[in-house]
Nanobody, 124 residues
């Protein structure tokens, strides 16, 4: 069964940190670019960050640049999103996705596989 499973979400105070994981099973994640997306209630889905299949290239949304770091460990078939200096506006369901394309795809429709999402809530 081909799937992505996110973990690591939770409730954190403003200024805190979380590390999300995205574990792939049934396929080799190293052949895919990985993106992290988020969707808050009543808002459109937003791409947060992407990483190339080798991990050599990354990009970030302006809203998270300098606070979030995307990475991957292809030997573990897993990608990560380290989130620091969290703000209440970062509250959302976070999804990881895998795309069988080169580069750093931004559009959600390009991605082939999606995880089920993990809730991140930033609140005091």
């Amino acid at each position: 069964q081909l799937q992505l499973v996110e973990s690591g979400g939770g409730l954190v105070q403003p200024g805190g940190s979380l590390r999300l994981s995205c574990a792939a099973s049934g396929f080799t994640l190293g052949y895919y670019a990985v993106g992290w997306f988020r969707q808050a209630p009543g808002k459109e889905r937003e791409r947060v960050s992407s990483i190339s299949n080798s991990g050599s290239r990354t990009n970030y949304a302006d809203s998270v640049r300098g606070r979030f770091t995307i990475s991957r460990d292809n030997a573990k078939n897993t990608a990560y999103l380290e989130m620091n200096s969290l703000k209440p506006e970062d509250t959302a369901v976070y999804y990881c996705a895998a795309a069988a394309v080169g580069g750093l795809p931004n559009a959600g429709y390009v991605y082939d596989y999606w995880g089920q999402g993990t809730q991140v809530t930033v609140s005091s």
